[in-house]
T-cell receptor, first 114, second 112 residues
């Protein structure tokens, strides 16, 4: 069965600092990979996704993620964090070829200090 | 175009009461999903409907039933609520062949 691990429950960064959120997955083949963001009291919004091809994918709000097959990782990065980025971030995987059944990680809560 | 809408936004139930959570989407999507979100556990799939007229169990279906009323609407029913069902419930939809699930704003349920 596929699984997703987000090892950091809570991260605090200063505004303007760089950010990296970690995501590791366990799956027999290369799955579809996603990052979602959830602002307080809101639903989930897709930040970016990887299916194949270029291993560095760009998303909305200045986020990017890099797929590393050898490490089974799909880490999310942002060069300079803004206070409005404070939210909870979820990594998710789905079987390759379909986005039907998403398996989510437990999430990382990002706090941004001014 | 409202996307995915859910009602109610918040509900308090007593143990043993029943209720139905409503979800509707106006994007003409084929697939719809119900998830629950609990602290420290991420989102877990309760039920999904790949197309109108079909439903399938997800990871945590016990204590729930669903109805795909038509292409737009997918409801989740708790027949006899239990405190363990206190959670935030999200509905999502996806287009046929699409790669992205679109989420509603959620329903926060408290079972006393």
């Amino acid at each position: 069965a596929q699984s997703v691990t987000q090892p950091d429950i809570h991260i605090t960064v200063s505004e303007g600092a760089s950010l990296e959120l970690r995501c590791n997955y366990s799956y027999g083949a290369t799955p579809y990979l996603f990052w979602y963001v959830q602002s307080p009291g809101q639903g989930l919004q897709l930040l970016l996704k990887y299916f194949s091809g270029d291993t560095l994918v760009q998303g909305i709000k200045g986020f990017e993620a890099e797929f590393k097959r050898s490490q089974s990782s799909f880490n999310l990065r942002k060069p300079s964090v803004h206070w409005s980025d404070a939210a909870e971030y979820f990594c998710a995987v789905a079987p390759a070829g379909t986005a039907s059944k998403l398996t989510f990680g437990t999430g990382t809560r990002l706090q941004v200090t001014l | 175009n409202a996307g995915v809408t859910q009602t109610p936004k918040f509900q308090v139930l007593k143990t043993g009461q029943s209720m139905t959570l409503q979800c509707a989407q106006d994007m003409n999507h084929n697939s719809m999903y119900w998830y629950r979100q609990d602290p420290g556990m991420g989102l877990r799939l309760i039920y999904y409907s790949a197309s109108e007229g079909t439903t399938d169990k997800g990871e945590v279906p016990n204590g729930y039933n669903v109805s795909r009323l038509n292409k737009r609407e997918f409801s989740l029913r708790l027949e006899s609520a239990a405190p363990s069902q206190t959670s935030v419930y999200f509905c999502a939809s996806r287009a046929r062949g699409g790669e992205t699930q679109y989420f509603g704003p959620g329903t926060r349920l408290l079972v006393l």
